[in-house]
């Protein structure tokens, strides 16, 4: 199992462009979520989906956008990137059940100038 | 509301000497409580987690922690550090009612020679 992958690893956007962070997982995880990091603050949620089709909005969802059309994939999408969205960005995913562990992927970093 | 909350940002600890990170929550439900590991520029892996049972849990790498209901702590300790215990240590919990997962913000631990 390769896990939790995430592409791009870094990532230097100019104000007001748009990009795509991909995520997928390969363990048949139905729940997936995106975390951003910033120093000082932990992880914050930004969008979490329980399966093909759902999507609901964490704790910081403005100025992303979230779709889960496969199981697999979770991307993030920045619409028009912000200063403020510089970050890490972390995917995650585990199986149902609040007992579940959550399992990471590597993280991508992201410098919008 | 849920929250977490870690007291130390920053534990320099000497190599071969004990630690004790700590970790308070506030929660009007029951929840599920772990630690997170990140070491430099990796995602988070999972330390331990308290589901239910024995108060006491055991975790990877010689890390265990106690769950204390009543003072609503879950304080990570490590009888002896290694250098290769360097990283950054998320507290989290889940509510039994809900999927998301709440973190602190997180202590970092600097082990020296």
């Known amino acids: 199992n390769a896990g939790v992958t995430q592409t791009p690893k870094f990532q230097v956007l100019k104000t007001g462009q748009s990009m795509t962070l991909q995520c997928a997982q390969d363990?048949?995880?139905?729940?997936m979520s995106w975390y951003r990091q910033d120093p000082g603050m932990g992880l914050r949620l930004i969008h979490y989906?329980?399966?093909?089709?759902?999507?609901d909005q964490g704790e910081v969802p403005n100025g992303y956008n979230v779709s889960r059309s496969t199981t697999e994939d979770f991307p993030l999408r920045l619409l028009s990137a912000a200063p403020s969205q510089t970050s890490v960005y972390f995917c995650?995913?585990?199986?149902?059940?609040?007992?579940?562990?959550?399992?990471f992927g590597p993280g991508t970093r992201l410098l919008v100038l | 509301a849920q929250s977490v909350t870690q007291l130390d940002s920053q534990v320099p600890v000497f190599e071969e000497a004990p630690v004790e990170l700590r970790c308070n929550y506030s929660?009007?439900?029951?929840?599920?409580l772990f630690w997170y590991v990140q070491y430099p520029n990796q995602g988070l892996q999972l330390l331990l987690k308290?589901?239910?049972?024995?108060?006491l849990v055991k975790g990877i790498n010689g890390f265990e922690a106690e769950f204390n209901k009543s003072q609503t702590s879950f304080h990570l300790r490590k009888p002896s550090v290694h250098i290769s215990d360097t990283a950054e240590y998320f507290c989290?919990?889940?509510?039994?009612?809900?999927?998301?997962?709440?973190f602190g913000t997180g202590t970092r631990l600097q082990v020296f020679p």
């Open positions: 989906s329980v399966g093909a089709g759902i999507t």
């Open positions: 363990m048949n995880h139905e729940y």
């Open positions: 989290a919990v889940r509510p039994h009612n809900t999927d998301k997962l709440i």
């Open positions: 995650a995913s585990r199986f149902q059940g609040p007992q579940e562990t959550q399992y």
């Open positions: 929660s009007s439900v029951s929840v599920y």
């Open positions: 308290y589901l239910s049972g024995s108060t």
